[in-house]
Structure formats: C-alpha cells, structure tokens
C-alpha cells in the first residue's frame, strides 16, 4: 500500500493533480472543487465553502464570513519577520 503522505511518482507526460495526494477536506458546496481544512481555503458554515465562492457569492452568506476569509487571507499575505 502506497504511502498517503508521500507524493505519487512522477510519471513523464503527466502533471500530478489534487487527487494525487491526501486532503484533508472536502469538496465545496458551490462548485464541487476539492478544498482543505485551513481556513484560507475554505470555511464550514452548513456545508463546507470555498474561500472563492465566499468571495464571489458574498452576497448569499452573512456579512461576516466574507470579513473572516479576507482577515485570514491578509494575515497569511503578511510578511514575516
């Protein structure tokens, strides 16, 4: 059994895909692309979203998850000392 933390092999020709390698996620409610856990890339309120679809959509979420994704967004964006 292949190890599931270790990346595939690369095989020539072929460019390695999400599926290649394990996520802890999901897929997004919205447009059924695989997202993780973290909270740049997706937030679970129902259902888990998207942080695109959050942005692009904000109007079909509360005011306050749009203001979550770009303070987690802009705290990631941050230089380190």
Do not use: H, W
Request: proline share 9%; net charge positive.
């Amino acid at each position: 059994m292949r190890d599931p933390f270790v990346p595939p092999r690369r095989v020539k020709g072929r460019k390695p895909v999400l599926s290649d390698f394990l996520v802890l996620g999901s897929s997004c409610s919205l447009c059924n692309q695989s997202v993780c856990l973290d909270k740049t890339c997706s937030v679970y309120f129902g259902a888990l979203f998207c942080t695109t679809c959050i942005t692009r959509e904000r109007r079909r979420f509360p005011e306050m998850l749009p203001q979550m994704v770009a303070k987690a967004q802009s705290a990631t964006n941050k230089p380190s000392k």
